[in-house]
């Protein structure tokens, strides 16, 4: 399948190439784990490599390195447009990013396949085995001499960054120096801009997401009318299409093919807004005939200018069928929420550790921040502080991204749940970007040592009265008994708190009977884990801390082979 402007479109398909008989039984483990993932099916791993070539987003192939290299050589073109690849031996212990480790996303691969196949992930990006930020991992569209630039960072040769705003970069390696205006004379340069620049063999240009296209256009506008009035507006204004952000209308658009399907071969969305939305931005050029038509004097540029702090750099042209007016957009800081799960680092989701790589600035509680540690790139800035300086810590992070840096607010579990995300986003406004990265909770993690005791509903209750009085916790943990729901203790014990967690088992006992299970799991998933399994009547809270969680049964939880169950429906065997 091919774009309107002559450009290859691959279906997201990863394809599995073997011919062995191992390869074969590898191949389907990746396949029964990964719904977008097909064995290709060809009489030979020459005709198979051909097949994924042409139909797939990446490759894995079950073959030497060797001879995929014989294979797809003549097949190269463009490493932003070629498949990634990796290739796994006969008996998977290596899994090698072949081809488009960073483009691609194959060092990612790599590692994914590792990860089910239990194989060591081979990387050998020159960056990624010094722990440097690629030029082409940030997301954004880079084109120059990346290759000469990156060799530069490498070598330790000054390299300095000139930017129109203050994007959120990553952290830097100290040979990286970020300034304003001109490069000293002989630096290789990176510069961070949307303007069209000439080009020389020390520079590369990254392309923030700074620029909104907003469009309108007549009922049935076709989409060659749209793109050739885009481009058009974008070069005579010197600006690149790489920077596009989004194209923006109004929401009666938001079916318009020609308009979904310039964004679509853009590979941007298409954001629309209300008419209300729309009339209430001020723009200089606007319509009464517009008004009538669709209910605000503006479309196109009222679109643009919506989201953010923007200014108008295009004002809205016309073809028969469309307009567009371009608005640029002030960087926002980037405030990641990482959840880092319960302790154990293969509990750690790919996600946290790659926004912990991507962060300049990672704010969180002391002893977090020495468990990863080891992850951060260097020249990372790092904000610890001890127990009980939540408020602080939400404060600092937002204050960073607000600053315009990319910042990482790490903390145990999830970030979402009686951790940092809901302080910190009380202070966020408009001025931040906020990426929330999931985490596998405290609880998960003591229902998994349990056995399956959350198959049925269950209630998250916290027993810390510091920052919510006892009698609103007694409410909640009545209710809770009330409902006949699995109830999972947070914060369930401490020195200066021992009172709480009997007070509550107490509540749960006049509406369940004494043999009702209670587990009690201690660091879980870390040094010193515990799990005891007991019952209403006899667990006792000498054995809870802090650092515990408490799980109680509801009346249908049951004890089965050791383990804690409570079953998916209110039916049980006889």
């Not at 196949?117 to 990346?146: I, K, Q, Y």
């Not at 290759?147 to 390299?159: F, K, Y």
């Not at 502080?385 to 810590?393: D, H, I, P, Q, Y």
Request: hydrophobic residues 50%; neutral net charge; proline residues 6%.
């Amino acid at each position: 399948m091919t774009h309107s402007d002559g450009t290859e479109v691959r279906s997201h398909r990863i394809g599995l190439v073997a011919v062995t008989a191992a390869g074969r039984r590898h191949a389907r483990v990746l396949a029964d784990a990964w719904p977008h993932a097909r064995l290709v099916e060809a009489d030979n791993a020459a005709a198979g490599l051909r097949v994924a070539w042409s139909e797939c987003d990446q490759i894995v192939a079950f073959l030497a390195t060797g001879a995929v290299v014989r294979i797809l050589a003549p097949l190269l073109g463009d490493k932003h447009r070629d498949p990634a690849v990796v290739t796994v031996d006969e008996a998977a212990r290596h899994a090698v990013a072949l081809l488009g480790g960073h483009a691609g996303g194959a060092n990612t691969l790599a590692a994914e396949v590792g990860a089910l196949l239990d194989a060591a992930p081979v990387v050998t990006t020159a960056t990624d085995a010094v722990d440097l930020p690629g030029l082409d991992t940030l997301g954004w569209p880079v084109e120059g001499a990346v290759a000469a630039v990156t060799r530069a960072i490498l070598d330790g040769e000054p390299v300095t960054v000139v930017a129109d705003a203050p994007w959120p970069l990553p952290a830097l390696p100290a040979n990286v120096h970020v300034g304003s205006g001109r490069a000293p004379a002989g630096h290789y340069r990176v510069l961070v801009t949307d303007r069209i620049v000439p080009l020389d063999g020390r520079t590369a240009v990254l392309r923030p997401p700074s620029l909104v296209a907003g469009v309108g256009a007549s009922r049935g506008v076709p989409a060659a009318e749209v793109r050739g009035l885009l481009d058009r507006e974008l070069a005579a204004a010197g600006l690149s299409t790489a920077s596009l952000r989004c194209l923006a209308s109004a929401d009666i658009k938001a079916d318009e093919v020609g308009i979904r399907t310039t964004a679509d071969t853009l590979r941007i969305p298409l954001v629309t807004w209300s008419a209300a939305e729309l009339a209430a931005v001020e723009v200089p050029n606007p319509s009464e005939v517009v008004r009538a038509a669709v209910g605000t004097p503006s479309v196109a540029e009222a679109a643009a200018l919506l989201g953010g702090d923007a200014e108008l750099v295009v004002s809205k042209t016309a073809t028969a069928m469309a307009t567009v007016a371009i608005a640029r957009h002030a960087p926002r800081g980037r405030l990641a929420l990482v959840g880092l799960g319960p302790g154990a680092s293969d509990l750690r989701t790919p996600r946290a550790i790659a926004e912990l790589r991507r962060a300049a600035v990672v704010v969180g509680l002391d002893q977090y921040l020495d468990q990863i540690r080891d992850l951060l790139r260097p020249g990372t800035r790092v904000l610890a502080s001890g127990l009980g300086a939540e408020e602080e810590r939400a404060r600092a992070a937002v204050a960073e991204a607000t600053a315009g840096h990319a910042v990482a607010l790490v903390g145990s579990g999830d970030a979402g749940v009686y951790a940092m995300a809901s302080p910190a986003l009380e202070y966020a406004d408009e001025r931040v970007d906020v990426v929330g990265v999931p985490g596998v909770t405290a609880a998960l993690a003591a229902a998994a040592l349990l056995g399956a005791p959350l198959g049925h509903d269950h209630v998250y209750l916290s027993l810390s009265d510091l920052h919510t009085s006892w009698e609103v916790i007694q409410r909640r943990v009545a209710a809770a008994a009330q409902g006949d729901f699995v109830a999972l203790l947070y914060n369930p014990r401490s020195r200066s708190r021992d009172w709480q967690l009997p007070a509550a088992l107490r509540v749960f006992a006049e509406h369940r009977p004494p043999h009702t299970p209670v587990g009690v799991v201690r660091n879980a998933s870390r040094d010193g884990q515990r799990v005891h399994l007991s019952t209403l009547a006899a667990v006792d809270p000498e054995i809870v801390d802090m650092y515990s969680v408490v799980v109680v049964g509801s009346s249908q939880t049951r004890r089965v082979a050791g383990r804690m169950v409570t079953p998916r429906g209110y039916r049980w065997r006889a």
